[in-house]
């Protein structure tokens, strides 16, 4: 089984700074892929940013980018340009590829990291 | 509307009332997801329907019975719910191909269930 763990509950960060949320997780698979998803307070959780395992290349959305580690399993979410928007809890989430069915559709998600961004 | 709606918002329940959940998605997606968020732990899938059919009930008590009667709707009926079940209920779709579900989630606002 995947587990997925943000070791930060809260962390906060003055407007315009940088921030990394963190996420570790661990599975037995080679091919997954991992995501980044916000919930602003009261409105929908979004897709931030997407990462297939195979790809070395870290993804990166503008402001935001993550870094990568398959080896260490490691997927980190930098903020650059923090802004006062980017208040919100950020979920890790793991899915594991492939099409046999079974769990391969499940998204397994962290317990998330609640950013504020200080003006 | 667009993208995914859900009904109620709020919703107050005694532990022997019946209730029913509603999704709704205006994106042509193709497969819809019931979560529950609840404080302090991680979303929990509890069914997956792709192509209208149940793919995925992830070992969910038989008081939460779920029923997608076309690809655009979802329902999420509950009776004899325990105060334990209250929690934020997200729905979620997603556009796939075949059997293989990766796509990106779309997800609703969420319906705030209360059990007393």
């Known amino acids: 089984a995947q587990t997925v763990t943000q070791s930060q509950p809260e962390m906060s960060v003055q407007e315009a700074e940088t921030v990394t949320l963190s996420c570790t997780y661990d599975?037995?698979?080679?091919?997954?892929?991992l995501f980044w998803y916000k919930q602003p307070p009261s409105r929908q959780m979004i897709l931030v940013i997407r990462?297939?395992?195979?790809?070395?290349q870290n993804a990166t959305e503008n402001r935001f980018s993550v870094n990568f580690q398959k080896a260490a399993k490691s997927f980190s979410l930098k903020i650059s340009d923090s802004q006062l928007g980017d208040t919100a809890m950020y979920f890790c989430?793991?899915?594991?590829?492939?099409?046999?069915?079974?769990?391969?559709?499940?998204?397994?998600f962290g317990k998330g990291t609640l950013l504020t961004v200080n003006p | 509307e667009t993208g995914v709606t859900q009904t109620p918002r709020h919703l107050v329940m005694g532990m022997t009332n019946k209730k029913s959940l509603k999704c709704e998605q205006h994106?042509?997606?193709?497969?819809m997801y019931w979560y529950k968020q609840s404080a302090k732990k991680p979303l929990e899938l509890m069914f997956v329907?792709?192509?209208?059919?149940?793919?995925e009930n992830n070992s969910v008590p038989s008081r939460f019975s779920p029923e997608c009667p076309n690809s655009s709707h979802l329902f999420l009926h509950l009776h004899t719910l325990q105060p334990e079940d209250s929690a934020l209920y997200l729905c979620?779709?997603?556009?796939?191909?075949?059997?293989?579900?990766?796509?990106?989630?779309?997800f609703g606002p969420g319906t705030r269930l209360t059990v007393l």
């Open positions: 599975t037995s698979e080679n091919n997954y892929y």
């Open positions: 989430a793991f899915m594991k590829s492939g099409n046999s069915g079974g769990s391969n559709y499940k998204l397994t």
């Open positions: 329907y792709s192509l209208e059919e149940r793919v």
């Open positions: 990462q297939e395992a195979y790809k070395q």
């Open positions: 994106l042509g997606h193709n497969a």
């Open positions: 979620a779709s997603s556009q796939e191909t075949g059997r293989a579900l990766w796509g990106e989630q779309f």
